[in-house]
């Protein structure tokens, strides 16, 4: 969160700043009481993990159901390249494929 705020300071103004880390806040409190409200990133890319994703202001987070907590693994803008971060898998394409690629 430390890393969204000074993002938004640089490139916005504190108040686009507030509004966006209040967005963000909420709906991660959101999930205590609805925690499957995100997209299983298994299903969705067919990744081997037990994380969940929900897409807000721009941001994805990222979260895993724990027994007695929601952890939440990372948050990363909708400019970064997340699958690389977190399971090595590049989505971007080379010279000669354009699918995705596990390194």
Known sequence: ???IKKYLDFQFSGDVRKKVI???GSR???LC???QVGISVHDMY???TDCLCIFVAKNYVFYRIEPD???VVNI?????DFMMDLFGIKTTPNDHTDSLTQI
């Open 1 to 3: 969160m430390r890393e």
């Open 69 to 71: 907590c929601i952890y």
């Open 22 to 24: 209040k967005e963000i």
């Open 33 to 35: 009481e609805h925690e």
């Open 28 to 30: 991660v409190r959101s």
């Open 46 to 48: 067919g990744v081997d």
């Open 76 to 80: 990363y803008n909708e400019r970064e």
